[in-house]
């Protein structure tokens, strides 16, 4: 089985810009979730989606937004990027709810200028 | 308050020696789980082994096993038998409010690096 998968591995934007990460989660799982990891903060909930429904959501502004598809695979969206915003974006995927293993992918390493 | 504490910073361990990871957490729900995970320098986040709190026993995987001491919500790590691959971050995470609702979301501690000393 294929793990999960995170495209793109790394990104390089300039304040202003909106960027797009995608999160292809392991086959057969409903739930993906997102965290932003940065030296300063550590690692953050951003938010979850299962069977196409955000159903938590972290203490981020509203410039981070994100969908699932029906097909699991999820997108993030970070608008009017700062440059605080430069962190690894690790989504983690898993089956349902209260799995006892959530599955991470290898992280989008974002960097804004 | 912080909800899950790892007090280590950073850590030096022999080669082929045991080492615990200190994880102390602070919630009020009466069921929650409580991982592990290592991130090598390459950024992944890998599961290592889970806790939850109304398991009896103490989790173990392979090398690795939680010494879960509820009433103090501890959560140490012990790694048995290091090698030199073990060097990496270690985080602590709980999931709390284990209701289908309530979601996967992960509170994560600060972490702790370890690097293993041939």
């Known amino acids: 089985k294929a793990g999960v998968t995170q495209t793109p591995r790394y990104l390089i934007k300039t304040r202003g810009q909106q960027v797009t990460l995608s999160c292809s989660p392991i086959?057969?799982?409903?739930?993906v979730s997102w965290y932003q990891q940065t030296p300063g903060q550590g690692l953050q909930f951003l938010f979850e989606?299962?069977?196409?429904?955000?159903?938590n959501k972290g203490n981020f502004p509203g410039r981070f937004s994100g969908r699932q598809f029906s097909n699991s695979r999820s997108e993030m969206n970070v608008s009017t990027l700062e440059l605080g915003d430069s962190a690894l974006y690790l989504c983690?995927?898993?089956?349902?709810?209260?799995?006892?293993?959530?599955?991470f992918g290898p992280g989008t390493r974002l960097t804004v200028l | 308050a912080q909800k899950i504490t790892q007090t280590q910073p950073g850590m030096f361990v022999q080669e082929k020696e045991a080492v615990t990871l200190d994880c102390t957490y602070d919630?009020?729900?009466?069921?929650?789980?409580l991982f592990w995970y290592k991130q090598p320098s390459s950024g992944e986040m890998i599961f290592l082994i889970y806790?939850?709190?109304?398991?009896?026993q103490n989790a173990t995987e392979g090398r690795y096993s939680l010494n879960f001491q509820k009433a103090r919500k501890s959560a140490n790590l012990v790694i048995s038998a290091s090698q030199l691959g073990d060097s990496a971050m270690y985080f602590c995470?709980?999931?709390?409010?284990?209701?289908?609702?309530?979601?996967?979301?992960?509170?994560f501690g600060g972490g702790t690096r370890v690097l293993v000393k041939p």
């Open positions: 983690a995927s898993s089956q349902g709810s209260l799995e006892n293993e959530q599955f």
């Open positions: 086959s057969g799982h409903r739930s």
């Open positions: 989606y299962f069977s196409e429904t955000q159903r």
């Open positions: 919630t009020s729900d009466q069921s929650y789980g």
């Open positions: 806790q939850g709190s109304y398991d009896e």
């Open positions: 995470a709980m999931r709390e409010a284990m209701i289908k609702a309530a979601g996967n979301k992960l509170t």
